[in-house]
């Protein structure tokens, strides 16, 4: 698990329960670190007795990068687990965790959550859905796993933006100007967080969207204008020979 900052890289760390169960169930986070054989939690999601481990570091090193205004870089990803159980590839929600924890330590009234994965982050959406205390965000291809997120799908404080399949830097431009700076802008968080997925890239085997290189590069730089404090976690990305290459791309649009 890896925490970058302007280029400069260090070791993440694992979340505490404590940290863990300001988002999730102790019953979510027993299950997970009582795991002895392989099991399936949900339909994607397997679960082996070394991921407890895995999740906890991806978990602590994003409250890190929260915390330092980095961009952690960490599997799994988190957007899709829900308070008291895993989903879609998520054992524990990183960005939330971030959040919560950033919250407690800085003593910040509002964080908002930009997310630019595919997918629409519901597990992010569900943890946050009443609290006035945090925006999220959620740029999307719609209809697509997990079935959520659609126009209607909104409330004070979430906003859903659904694209059509086929989008590209235009459309993710166009949504980002037209939408996420003027809602981000009116709420005025003290942090903003980024859940940064890369399987919108036009070469990702799981998705149907038309994002370039550049275009990371962009969606990152508009990011990092959203507010004085910001920091990034890594959510999706599946074509592995890109994803480095997508993911500097994104590393040097938020620190320029």
């Known amino acids: 698990m890896l925490l970058a900052h302007q280029h ?11 940290e863990l169960q300001l988002c999730h ?17 949900d339909g994607d999601t397997v679960c082996t007795p070394t991921t407890f481990e895995a999740a906890a570091l991806a978990a602590g090193t994003a409250i890190e990068a929260a915390l330092r205004g980095g961009f952690a870089l960490v599997r799994p990803p988190g957007h899709h687990a829900l308070a008291g159980r895993a989903m879609g ?41 009443d609290d006035a205390s945090v925006l999220f965000v959620s740029l999307h291809q719609w209809p697509f796993y997990p079935g959520s997120g659609g126009p209607d799908d909104q409330s004070e404080t979430t906003v859903n933006v659904p694209l059509r399949a086929g989008s ?14 003027p809602v981000v802008e009116r709420f005025e968080p003290e942090l903003v967080l980024v859940s940064a997925g890369f399987d919108a890239h ?26 004085d404090r910001v920091a990034a976690v890594l959510e999706g990305g599946y074509e592995l020979e890109t994803l480095p290459r997508l993911v500097d791309a994104a590393l040097v649009g938020f620190t320029t």
């Not at 003593?107 to 943890?127: C, K, Q, S, W």
């Not at 235009?170 to 996420?180: I, N």
């Open 8 to 18: 400069i890289w260090s070791e993440g760390r694992a979340a505490t329960i404590e």
């Open 89 to 129: 590839f998520c054992v524990f929600n990183n960005v939330a965790v971030a959040a919560r924890a950033a919250q407690q330590r800085l003593g910040l009234e509002r964080v908002a959550i930009v997310d630019f994965d595919v997918h629409h982050g519901n597990g992010t959406d569900a943890i946050f859905r």
């Open 202 to 227: 036009a070469g990702d085997p799981l998705a149907d969207m038309r994002v370039s290189e550049e275009g990371f590069r962009e969606l990152a730089r508009r990011c990092r204008g959203l507010c």
């Open 168 to 181: 590209g830097d235009e459309e993710y431009f166009d949504a980002f100007a037209r939408v996420v700076e």
């Open 25 to 41: 169930t102790a019953e979510h986070v027993e299950l997970v670190q009582a795991v002895e054989d392989a099991v399936w939690l």
